[in-house]
């Protein structure tokens, strides 16, 4: 199954960022910490023209607090970079980011003008729930479904110029794991998406790195061996029956990624350093591959 969902709202809003980048001077790019690197927008690296960027590792309430560490080792070590892990609560750190992007830009700071910056990211990781946090007041819309910002709008605060964008995809997201895990943790619209599908990829992923959470929070005793048959356990438990015993998959898949989503299954990851270090490993042996196969075959067309 492929993830594809890049609405006309998403193509509008990538164009207006493009349009205002100009005037703006840091972006925050917020990532969601279950997901650090699937949940990278590759377009935020194109729309920023080289502005200084700073990562927040949102929802980090949510996320397995050891691998939130190793991510912000990665991104720390970057040339450049700036990571953070936020969760919406954390108002110390929140104060700290005014006086982040203000450092990143002294020269604007200088001229006495107010920091311009520019909240990017995938839909529904917090974007407008930061704002409102920096500003202290509920002036943005927030709400639990991806795509609730439709527009851009900005924001002052003191000696700052905060601007709010819609959530965007890309149009094609090439990695398949990335795809489910975007759809698992909620950044595309249920309507979107095969929802057992995603259920089934997530079943499958909590059987092999959190089972332990699985036996609790279900109450079972022995544990599926793959996916489908976790989700039949789940829906047995909670009575999602249809007539005749027949477990009825929607309602446990809606339950398994309602509760996973909402931390009701403990504060979980889906990806490590590790195994994006390997992905790439792999993708850079790939493509040498290809170029040697290249290269043969101009050297000896026939
Ligand atoms: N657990 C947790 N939930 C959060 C956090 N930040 C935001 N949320 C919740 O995530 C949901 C989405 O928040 P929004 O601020 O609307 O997200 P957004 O990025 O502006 O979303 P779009 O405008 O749709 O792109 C809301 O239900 C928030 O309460 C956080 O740090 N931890
Ligand atoms: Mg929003």
Redo the contacts with the bound molecule.
């Keep these: 199954m492929s993830i594809n969902w890049f609405p006309g709202h998403m193509h509008k809003a990538r164009k207006e960022i493009a349009k205002t980048m100009d005037e703006i001077d840091v972006v925050i790019e917020?990532l969601d910490a279950r997901l650090p690197q699937s949940s990278e927008n590759p377009l935020v690296d194109s729309l920023r023209k080289g502005k200084p960027v700073i990562k927040l590792l949102?929802?980090?309430?949510?996320a397995d607090p050891d691998v939130t560490a190793q991510w912000l080792d990665f991104f720390n070590a970057m040339d450049g970079m700036q990571a953070l892990a936020?969760?919406?609560?954390?108002r110390k750190l929140i104060k700290r980011l005014p006086e982040l992007c203000k450092q990143l830009v002294p020269s604007r700071v200088a001229q006495g003008r107010p920091v311009r910056a520019m909240i990017m990211?995938?839909?529904?990781?917090?974007?407008?729930?930061?704002?409102?946090a920096l500003v202290g007041r509920r002036i943005?819309?927030?709400?639990?479904?991806?795509?609730?910002?439709?527009h851009q709008q900005r924001f002052m605060m003191q000696g700052m110029a905060l601007s709010?964008?819609?959530?965007?995809l890309w149009p094609k997201i090439a990695d398949r794991d990335s795809g489910y895990r975007l759809a698992a943790s909620?950044a595309i619209r249920d309507t979107a998406i095969e929802l057992e599908d995603i259920a089934l990829f997530t079943a499958s992923f909590m059987l092999e790195s959190y089972p332990q959470r699985l036996m609790e929070r279900y109450r079972l005793t022995t544990l599926a061996d793959i996916g489908d048959e976790l989700l039949d356990q789940i829906g047995r438990k909670r009575g999602c029956l249809r007539p005749g015993g027949i477990v009825d998959r929607h309602k446990a898949s809606e339950i398994l990624l309602m509760e996973l989503r909402?931390?009701k299954l403990g504060r979980i990851t889906f990806e490590t350093v590790a195994e994006w270090d390997e992905k790439r490993r792999q993708a850079a042996l790939e493509e040498a591959e290809r170029l040697a196969a290249l290269d043969e075959q101009q050297q000896d067309p026939t």
């Design positions: 917020v949102n929802k980090s309430d949510l936020l969760d919406t609560d954390n990211g995938i839909p529904n990781v917090g974007k407008s729930t930061l704002i409102n943005a819309k927030v709400g639990n479904t991806p795509a609730v910002t439709r709010d964008t819609p959530g965007i909620g909402s931390g």
